[in-house]
């Protein structure tokens, strides 16, 4: 079955740097758009980024432009998102995210607190 597992999350100061990985599996990850996705505490989940299959076009929430970076190995059937410049307002549950037969799948989430 399709599943997404994300890693990589923690606490780190801010300023900070952390990069999160997601590993992916039963679905054709070479021909799949992917994207990260963030919950805060007591607010909606949003979109982060967002990359095309073959890694050609990336989008970014506004609030992360510049700063979050997200990136794809298809060979390892794997997502990344690299932060850097963290903030306090990024700490959130981060989740990897597709689209398979119309339903969008989520991963467990990886917890990032950012915070001194």
């Known amino acids: 079955q399709v599943q997404l597992v994300e890693s990589g999350g923690g606490l780190v100061q801010p300023g900070g740097s952390l990069r999160l990985s997601c590993a992916a599996s039963g679905f054709s990850f070479s021909t799949s758009a992917m994207s990260w996705y963030r919950q805060a505490p007591g607010k909606e989940r949003e979109l982060v980024a967002f990359?095309?299959?073959?890694?050609?076009?990336?989008n970014y929430v506004p609030s992360v432009k510049a700063r979050f970076t997200i990136s794809r190995d298809n060979a390892k059937n794997a997502v990344y998102l690299q932060m850097n410049s963290l903030k306090p307002e990024d700490t959130a549950v981060y989740y990897c995210?597709?689209?398979?037969?119309?339903?969008?799948?989520w991963g467990q989430g990886t917890q990032v607190t950012v915070s001194s």
């Open positions: 990359i095309s299959s073959l890694g050609g076009s990336a």
């Open positions: 995210s597709t689209v398979q037969r119309s339903a969008r799948v």
